[in-house]
């Protein structure tokens, strides 16, 4: 686990030289009368600012001998990060020991002291070595930036991963429809059967399904064994991401237009709308199935309790998993949510009544 000493010295250390989109206005400067306190654009009330706005260039350098310039506005849109910077605020000795965790946990419960006991709250500050109490909030708003900067930086290196698992699996796709691993089993392509098989398990009659594809059962059943052997012999699992593609996505090709094709988003109820949008309904429908699967419950009928089917729930995952593999926040919150909702339907059993 890193130190606070860790990720402080990792958030505050010497800046880069970006700021060459400054360096006309810089210039135009008359830095023999520069004074950071009255120069225009320059605000020390430390209000905090618009995370999405650019603000008027603050050329900040408290010391003409340093080497870079800060666009102090736009840099720390935090009004306490800014006052930090002005006044070269530096974490206590005390608190860079601790792991992150500790120290957050405890400033924040120092932080809550303040409105029930204003002499403890001061007395704990002094302790733990903030000469104030805007170095105490400076304090609190580094560790929250420092475990920001984390949660970003893990963010971003799962996306790099993804990209890179992304391209390859292109490359295996490419390279299976040229060794026709991909070609049609009598006249039927993987996504048309991948799409028939999503609209079956989503309660489509199946003479239904092979009048639309066009086909009888007899072949039906060839193209499918055909079709599974395929994947199972497909090390590189090409065949099974264009089956996965396919089947979520359902309403295409031949089923697009299909008149008996009652299930879309668009269509379904108030519940199956909700669960796209939000991630705790997600994860309380998964965790309402997972605990009626172990009292004997049957997924299907739990999914109706939401207003989705099979099919929805498998565009409902297809939905938030890639949000999840790629949001380190979200995954945490997952398994906060996944405690909480297993132990509520744990008590209450999966089948009684469920309250949205």
């Known amino acids: ?3 606070v000493n860790e990720l402080y010295q990792d958030v505050s250390g010497k800046q880069k030289d970006e700021y060459r989109d400054y360096l006309a206005i810089i210039d135009r400067m008359d830095w023999h009368s520069y004074d950071y306190m009255t120069w225009p654009c320059a605000d020390l009330s430390f209000q905090d600012l618009e ?3 650019d603000y008027d260039l603050w050329p900040f350098k408290p010391n003409l001998n340093e080497p870079h310039w800060v666009d102090l506005n736009n840099q720390f849109k935090s009004g306490i990060r800014r006052y930090g910077y002005v006044n070269k605020l530096e974490m206590p000795e005390q608190v860079r020991e601790l792991s992150h965790e500790d120290a957050t946990d405890i400033l924040n419960d120092i932080k809550n002291l303040k409105d029930s006991d204003l002499s403890e709250f001061n007395d704990q500050i002094s302790e733990y070595g903030f000469a ?6 400076w304090g609190i708003a580094l560790l929250n930036s420092a ?3 984390a949660y970003d930086d893990a963010d971003n290196f799962l996306k790099e991963q993804k990209a890179k698992l992304d391209a390859q699996m292109d490359a295996h ?10 070609d049609p089993i009598n006249g039927i392509d993987m996504e048309t059967w991948a799409a028939a098989n999503a609209k079956i398990a989503g309660g489509m009659d199946l003479e239904e399904v092979l009048k639309v594809v066009g086909t009888e059962k007899p072949i039906w059943d060839e193209v499918s064994a055909e079709w599974t052997a395929r994947m199972s012999q497909d090390t590189t699992f090409a065949i099974s ?3 996965g593609d396919a089947f979520m996505n359902s309403n295409i090709g031949k089923f697009a237009n299909a008149e008996s094709n009652q299930e879309s988003k668009a269509d379904s109820s108030a519940g199956n709308n909700d669960i796209y949008e939000d991630f705790e309904l997600y994860i309380k429908v998964m965790c309402h199935q997972n605990m009626g699967a172990a009292q004997g419950k049957d997924a299907a009928s739990i999914l109706q ?6 099919t929805d729930w498998s565009s409902v995952g297809m939905h938030w998993t890639p949000k999840m593999a790629t949001d380190t926040r979200m995954a945490l919150k997952m398994g906060e949510l996944m405690e909480k909702y297993n132990a509520e339907f744990a008590s209450a059993k999966a089948g009684d009544d469920i309250d949205f």
Do not use: P, Q, R
Not at 132 to 137: A, I, S, T, V
Not at 305 to 310: D, F, N, Q, W
């Open 1 to 3: 686990m890193s130190t």
């Open 51 to 53: 995370e999405g706005e």
């Open 132 to 137: 104030d109490e805007n170095h105490f909030l």
């Open 147 to 149: 475990e920001e900067k």
């Open 173 to 182: 796709i490419e390279a299976a429809e040229a060794g026709g691993l991909l």
């Open 241 to 243: 991401k264009v089956y």
């Open 305 to 310: 309790e939401y207003g989705l089917t099979v």
